[in-house]
């Protein structure tokens, strides 16, 4: 089994999708510990509503394009759309950050994501979640990594969240 991490965001009935999301997961994968869900200001996004994020930790015996197809089709299944613009509302965003200490590129997928060290919605959830772990690539904890990161206009805070399957 391996350590698999993945964003989970949402601005569109995002309580309704993060619990589904968080419901799916919980239901196909073992060992599924989430961080809390902060509410975070849109990164790049022209004209947007906030978004809920968090990340979600578990193990699974699946390969990378396994799981990336299962993220996708949660995600269709929640009614996001292949082909959308990029920075457009989503009712749903799963994203793998991790899958063990994979990293380059694996069934299309690139890991790390990018993301963990450039976006506060997915780096303060993932040091609070996994603070002593090391970033695959950097090879610094993400706790290391949060308390040097700089978050500009990326503002977020958490949020009372209430999830238990």
């Known amino acids: 089994m391996t350590r698999v991490s993945v964003s989970i965001g949402s601005n569109i009935e995002r309580e309704h999708h993060i619990t589904a999301c968080l419901e799916a997961l919980d239901a196909t994968f073992d060992n599924l510990v989430v ?3 902060f509410e975070s200001v849109p990164v790049g996004f022209i004209d947007g509503r906030n978004f809920y994020n968090l990340v979600a ?3 699974s015996d699946w390969s990378v394009g396994e799981l990336q197809a299962w993220c996708k089709r949660i995600e269709r299944e929640h009614g996001r759309r292949p082909g959308t613009p990029k920075f457009s509302p989503r009712t749903l965003d799963i994203d793998l950050l ?13 890991l790390p994501r990018d993301e963990i060290l ?6 303060l959830p993932l040091a609070e979640l996994l603070p002593d772990t090391l970033h695959p690539v950097a090879g610094r904890s993400y ?3 949060w308390a040097e990161f700089e ?3 990326q503002r977020l805070w ?3 969240f209430l999830w238990r399957s």
Request: hydrophobic fraction near 40%; charge should be negative.
């Open 57 to 59: 930790v578990f193990d």
């Open 118 to 123: 450039h976006h506060a919605f997915v780096l």
């Open 158 to 160: 958490p949020i009372e």
């Open 151 to 153: 978050a500009g206009d």
């Open 35 to 37: 961080s809390r869900v």
């Open 98 to 110: 991790t899958v063990g200490s994979l990293t380059g590129e694996h069934d299309g997928v690139t």
């Open 143 to 145: 706790a290391e990594l």
